[in-house]
């Protein structure tokens, strides 16, 4: 928590300036099949990010998948001593491992300002980052599915504002609350009825070779 704090308060002072401040921001790509119905406009009239994230997810899958750096990282996160003993470097490992997620998230919130709202606002984030955190649990550490997952998680907020477009009556505030109530909900879910073998087992445990045994 003390992280975050500061975090946001570096966020805080570097963007002061740019505080709700109109700017361009990523351009439109208008690819083949722009003009299918429906799933035209979803899929191929995107911008960059949003091109550049699938990528990303792909290539995340086959590495963790298909090369020897994932399946090294895959057992640093299953077993960190035994990765030790098999001469894999479990400090680097991890170093990189964080260092890279941490960058994603900043990737994801870079995308908020840059195609999702042309301006940037203190604490725009919006406490998006637990359902991010859901979202990994509910896709059970698997890119592909966190990536369904995301598209379920995104038309739901991006249906909100449709719906009050619209002219559906119902209080802003309950429709701000959903997203979040489902996030709630998928949580308990996971908790009450999931496999909790899906995780690393070795997740969020400090790891000294001293210790090994």
Known sequence: MATLAISLGIAGVIGRSFSHKP????????????????????????????????ILVIALWYVMRHTRVGLRLR???????????????????????????GSLCGLAGAYLCLSGSNVWVDNM??????????????????PLRALAGAF???????????????????????????PYLLTIAVLIIIARFGRHDAQPAALGMIYLRQDRH
């Not at 057992?75 to 997620?101: H, N, R």
């Not at 984030?125 to 698997?142: E, N």
């Not at 995104?154 to 701000?176: C, F, K, T, W």
């Open 23 to 54: 700017f361009t921001g990523t351009d439109t790509l208008s690819l083949p099949g722009s003009d299918l119905p429906f799933i035209g406009p979803l899929l191929f009239d995107q911008d960059s990010l949003f091109y550049l994230t699938l």
């Open 125 to 142: 984030i919006a406490g998006r980052g637990w359902i991010a955190m859901a979202l990994v649990a509910f896709a059970r550490w698997q």
């Open 152 to 178: 379920l998680f995104g038309a739901l907020e991006a249906l909100l504002p449709r719906m009050q477009a619209s002219g559906v009556d119902m209080p802003i505030y309950l429709m701000g609350m959903i």
């Open 75 to 101: 057992a640093v996160g299953e077993d960190p001593a035994s990765a030790d003993v098999a001469g894999v470097a479990v400090d680097w490992y991890k170093l990189i491992a964080a260092t890279l997620a």
